[in-house]
């Protein structure tokens, strides 16, 4: 044995099923390891070739977000491991149990500029929370074996870098055993609970936003909701694990937000913030603030915080349950009746009667995907509209996962993710949300999946613009620039490819193409023609954002003639809540 097959043995141990990645010689050793285990249906590893690195990182993340299990992504020396780094920093900051080899340049070699030199022990530091250099084969296992340990236990990305004359060499160290630890269950302090009853009876308006720390919760949380009559609002990460089978839910707040979210929580007296880390600020409240989490660095990091408490959700409401009384519904009744009243208008207004309308409402889309996709089906969102809109109208179920970018917020994401996914649950719909920004940036991708026939499903939002991005230049006070791009035909790229594809530009055959998509065998793709003016307006429009808007719209006029100003008002005008 040498020390590549060592460390693919080690990684077998350890449940790993397949690696992402690109062969290069200095990963051949550990290629070839991986070869002689016969792939996952013998009990090995299977090498999932992908045509980009950063989408094996990617991969690699949404796999272990999806699972909660180990997943591997590999590199090459110099470029080809550096590709991984923005993969690997979604990894990092998702909380996805990722390990990364990145195989250097010959050991002799390092230190004197040579082909391809790069030193990955230290440019992964940052994304990482343990990073090594294997120099010796009798160093190597107890270095991949605290790499295993430091990706599983902390849901965070490990990286080893190793010289294809290391990872070749005779292996001489032995290889320790690996038996997985249990995660520990973080209970609150018994003060902590005293003080969090009292304050909690003692208020007469209580809201919640809840996050991704959430999950496992569910029931938990929404029978807390009912003592306390309050709403529930979350953020996107949280969408998964509590908007499904929730009468209390009131939406979103942030960029993304929809509903009454914002209102409620500025209009309670108690904000109890559950497993989130919502970086926005601005969009959180003035307001008397509980947040809850397993993580104490976090605690008052975005909000002043009167009451930090690290503890697991679930114990933390397990034990406040029988302690809190019963709470008057006066509050939460007004907030969810403000909740439907914005749901129908305008988020509802994009989704009725609009079938007749060119360009098509992106909404419509969206609204559609969610009625025709799986009960169980996994969505990747690109970076930017396909989060508003996948947050706005895919409905989680308890049953789908919503994944992406959330907290990275790196374009491209979707196409890779949907391979990890798919990958790994094969017995899945997998479906890819993709801007045409997004899938462009890469779009080599299709080959992977078309190369491995995956039966992934690319539905692209093609409005020939970056639309985030042109937003905030409006919000910003600037007209838009550099955002556009000419129109590209991704159904005719993906049919060359061996695609089953359909482009899209009337409204009527929306349902029927994608329904088609989804009951086709191996890769599909549809290509939709957007609203380029269609924009995402938050829960809650602040003065500066509308002096922003109005002196970029009054630039547009003097640039480019009003026409182009009544277009977008023309596609925007449902938007505008009305009383």
């Given amino acids: 044995m040498n020390v590549a097959e060592q460390l693919v043995q080690q990684l ?16 051949n050793p550990i290629v ?14 299977d090498w999932v070739h992908v045509r980009h690195e950063e989408a094996a990182a990617f991969s690699a993340a949404a796999e272990a977000q999806l699972t909660g299990e180990l997943a591997v992504c590999a590199g090459s020396c110099g470029p080809g491991n550096m590709h991984l780094i923005n993969g690997l920093y979604d990894a990092h900051r998702s909380g996805a149990p990722v390990l990364a080899i990145a195989s250097h340049i010959p050991s002799v070699q390092i230190g004197s500029d040579f082909f391809q030199e790069t030193h990955p022990d230290r440019l992964f530091t940052e994304c990482a929370s343990y990073c090594e250099l294997i120099s010796t084969a009798q160093q190597a296992p107890r270095v991949i074996n605290s790499a295993i340990r430091h990706a599983s236990a902390l849901d965070d990305v490990a990286v ?3 010289s294809s004359d290391v990872s070749g060499a005779k292996a001489v160290a032995p290889t320790p055993v690996y038996v997985p630890a249990r995660r520990a269950v973080i209970a609150p302090n018994p003060e902590d609970l005293t003080q969090l009853v009292k304050l909690l009876n003692d208020s007469k308006k209580v809201a919640i936003f809840a996050g991704l720390g959430v999950e496992g919760a569910h029931d938990e949380v929404i029978a807390l909701a009912d003592k306390l009559k309050a709403p529930i609002g979350h953020s996107l990460r949280g969408k998964d694990f509590i908007q499904y089978d929730n009468p209390f839910d009131v939406g979103m707040t942030g960029l993304l937000g929809y509903g009454a979210a914002a209102e409620g929580m500025k209009d309670a007296d108690v904000l109890l913030l559950l497993g989130t ?9 003035d307001t008397l603030t509980v947040q809850v989490d397993s993580h104490p660095e976090k605690l008052g990091r975005r909000t002043d915080v009167s009451f930090p408490v690290q503890a697991d959700v679930k114990p933390l409401v397990e034990a ?13 009744k007004a907030t969810v009746k403000r909740h439907a009243r914005i749901m129908n208008a305008p988020v509802g207004s994009y989704t009725r009667n609009v079938e007749h309308m060119k360009p098509i ?35 989680p179920l308890g049953t789908r996962r919503l994944i992406g970018s959330f907290k990275h917020g790196s374009m491209a994401n979707a196409l890779p993710m949907a391979i990890g996914a798919q990958v790994s649950h094969p017995g899945r719909q997998v479906i890819s949300v993709s801007g045409d920004g997004g899938l462009s940036m890469l779009l080599g991708e299709l080959v992977t999946a078309r190369m491995h026939n995956l039966p992934v499903k690319v539905v692209v939002f093609n409005n020939s613009t970056l639309g985030m991005v042109k937003l905030e230049q409006y919000v910003g006070g600037l007209p838009d620039f550099g955002t556009d791009v000419h129109d590209v035909n991704y159904a005719g790229v993906a049919a060359a490819m061996g695609f089953h594809s359909r482009r899209v530009d009337d409204a009527k055959d929306i349902r029927e193409a994608l329904t088609e ?37 009054s630039k547009v006029v003097f640039n480019r003639g009003a026409g182009e100003v009544v277009s977008m008002a023309t596609s925007n005008m449902r938007n505008i809540p009305r009383p």
């Fill in 361 to 395: 409402h992106p909404e419509y889309v969206a609204h559609v995907l969610n009625e025709v996709a799986d009960k169980d089906a996994i969505f990747t969102a690109d970076t930017g509209m396909c989060n508003v809109w996948t947050a706005r109208y895919i409905d």
């Fill in 277 to 285: 880390d919502f970086p926005y600020n601005q969009f959180l409240p």
């Fill in 320 to 332: 406040l349950l029988p302690l809190v009384k019963e709470h008057d519904d006066k509050f939460l």
């Fill in 517 to 553: 998509a989804l009951q086709a065998d191996g890769p599909a793709l549809v290509e939709v023609l957007t609203d380029p003016n269609a924009l995402s307006l938050p829960p809650e429009i602040k003065g500066e954002m509308l002096i922003g808007f109005a002196t970029a719209m």
């Fill in 12 to 27: 077998v141990d350890a449940g790993v099923r397949r690696i992402y990645g690109i062969v290069g010689d200095s990963l």
């Fill in 160 to 162: 080893i870098t190793i």
């Fill in 32 to 45: 070839e390891a991986v070869r002689k285990t016969g792939g996952s249906a013998k009990g090995g590893i």
